[in-house]
């Protein structure tokens, strides 16, 4: 009986340990390394804490503190960080983690910066957003950190957008739900323009809307063997601030995270292509590229 005994505890000793390992091992669903807001993650070459992620107006806000996880090793640069808003959300938000706070003018924050490359603090503000009961947490990657071998480009030209994308080729499928084009000015290009040559002279923009779609278990199959998400990239892109603040809103990049919850991929976004009108317009380019990243949720 003895031996029973202490054959069964030795058991439950096992599953215990096998039970905390998984809980704070830091593999999500999606190939990502994860943790509860309030501690460290080791992403992107750099030691970055998440905490106090809270809700003020209309933005959510969060500390980050970074540092090179190792002394002159690469890490990316802070002005390639960028932030997103994880959970079951009807639009996906992101920004940068420097300039993410400009327009939030009536609120008291330290927006984060980088007095020095190997240091990255202060506040990341994402918004402006509304519906703020969906937020689970927050992610973090770059647009420059690119698997090789994972990239999948597309041509966008106005006004058709995508062209019929095959689900085989990243695991999710991406069409065009909207374009709309731009000059610098602000004025808006109409389709009957086409047939002008100078009507793409100059500079402009274009404001593509997309649907990213695909089954949530092969996403995740695919994203853990990968070691990381996809992310969907557009270009020709400028740095912020570019042509029209709805490009610095909009951005040029989507790290594709659901919620692990869901059962399916079904991503609605906008991204913003700017530049030379003619490049912009005519000869953008929608990529699916993998990547690394890191997420923090919320104990509940």
């Not at 695909?214 to 601030?241: F, K, N, Q």
Request: with cysteine; glycine share 12%.
């Amino acid at each position: 009986m003895r031996a029973l005994v202490a054959l069964l505890s030795a058991a439950v000793l096992f599953v215990t340990s096998a039970c905390s390992g998984d809980d704070g091992g830091g593999a999500h669903a999606y190939g990502v390394q994860s943790a509860a807001v309030g501690e460290s993650l080791a992403v992107l070459g750099w030691n970055m804490s998440l905490s106090n992620l809270r809700f003020d107006g209309d933005y959510v806000l969060f500390d980050i503190d970074a540092s090179p996880t190792k002394a002159d090793a690469p890490h990316a640069n802070p002005s390639d960080i960028r932030f997103g808003l994880y959970g079951a959300l009807a639009h996906p938000l992101e920004a940068n983690a420097i300039g993410g706070c400009r327009d939030v003018t009536n609120l008291a924050v330290q927006p984060a910066a980088a007095p020095t490359p190997d240091r990255l603090s202060g506040t990341v503000c994402i918004g402006p957003m509304r519906d703020q009961s969906q937020v689970r947490g927050a992610y973090v990657y770059s647009p420059k950190d690119r698997m090789a071998g994972t990239t999948v480009s597309y041509g966008a030209a106005y006004p058709v957008g995508l062209p019929q994308t095959n689900e085989n080729d990243a695991g999710l499928s991406i069409s065009t739900t909207s374009v709309d084009a731009f000059h610098a000015d602000g004025a808006q290009i109409d389709v009957g323009a086409l047939g002008d040559p100078a009507a793409f002279n100059g500079k402009g923009y274009m404001l593509l809307g997309l649907e990213i779609t695909g089954l949530a278990a092969r996403y995740r199959d695919e994203s853990a063997t990968r070691g990381g998400p996809m992310m969907v990239l557009v270009a020709p892109t400028m740095p912020a601030p570019g042509l029209s603040h709805a490009c610095d809103i909009y951005g040029a990049s989507l790290l594709v995270l659901p919620d692990a919850s869901l059962d399916a991929v079904s991503v609605r976004a906008s991204l913003c292509t700017q530049g030379e009108m003619e490049a912009a317009a005519l000869y953008a380019s929608v990529s699916l590229v993998g990547t690394h990243a890191g997420l923090w949720t919320t104990d509940d």
